[in-house]
T-cell receptor
């Protein structure tokens, strides 16, 4: 079955540490890729998305993600995290006109 | 822009009652709305897709008679959990899109936490 995998359930980092959250998908063919963030008590917000072109995508708040087609991956990165980045991060994939399919999410806790 | 309002944010009710959750697009016309369910430590699971004016398309394993979805206007979709039981307790999230096309983003509501006693 087609799926989206986020391997890290909970990541704990100190402020200023670098972040990389993994996302792999099992879809074949052309896909659209997304990262969403859900801050405590808030709704899902789009961080960044990839449709085509440059596989390195820049998003809001200093986040970026790299699409590696050969690895079916779309990992999220940030060079230096802040306490305010504490949130749940969801990778999502969309193929054609189908709805988004989400990974299980990764909880990021940033400590001072 | 692109605000989706979901109401109520939290509901607690007795087993056997029916609960209605509303999802409204406040500043755009949502031709397509999606209902997701999120279990603890699990991903958002798509329950159904609804297009304005037509019957919802349910995902495999989702009981259409249990989870009634109505999308009567371009700004409102409702999910009614009929005869709710404790196993229906979950976090329900709606999202709305101006279409189902490739370039149309999905905008999410804040979610509704449903607790059935």
């Amino acid at each position: 079955a087609q799926s989206v995998s986020q391997h890290n359930h909970h990541v704990i980092l100190s402020e200023a540490a670098s972040l990389e959250l993994g996302c792999n998908y099992s879809y074949g063919g052309t896909v659209n890729l997304f990262w969403y963030v859900q801050y405590p008590g808030q709704h899902l917000q789009l961080l960044l998305k990839y449709f085509s072109g440059d596989p390195l995508v820049k998003g809001i708040k200093g986040f970026e993600a790299e699409f590696i087609k050969s690895k079916f991956s779309f990992n999220l990165r940030k060079p230096s995290v802040q306490w305010s980045d504490t949130a749940e991060y969801f990778c999502a994939v969309r193929k054609g006109n189908t709805p988004l399919v989400f990974g299980k999410g990764t909880r990021l806790s940033v400590i001072a | 822009g692109a605000v989706v309002s979901q109401h109520p944010s939290r509901v607690i009710c007795k087993s056997g009652t029916s609960v209605k959750i509303e999802c409204r697009s406040l500043d755009f016309q949502a031709t397509t709305m999606f209902w997701y369910r999120q279990f603890p430590k699990k991903s958002l699971m798509l329950m159904a897709t609804s297009n304005e004016g037509s019957k919802a398309t349910y995902e495999q394993g989702v009981e259409k008679d249990k989870f009634l979805i109505n999308h009567a206007s371009l700004t409102l979709s409702t999910l009614t959990v009929t005869s709710a039981h404790p196993e229906d307790s979950s976090f329900y999230i709606c999202s709305a899109s101006q279409g189902a096309g490739r370039g149309q983003p999905q905008h999410f509501g804040d979610g509704t936490r449903l607790s059935i006693l």
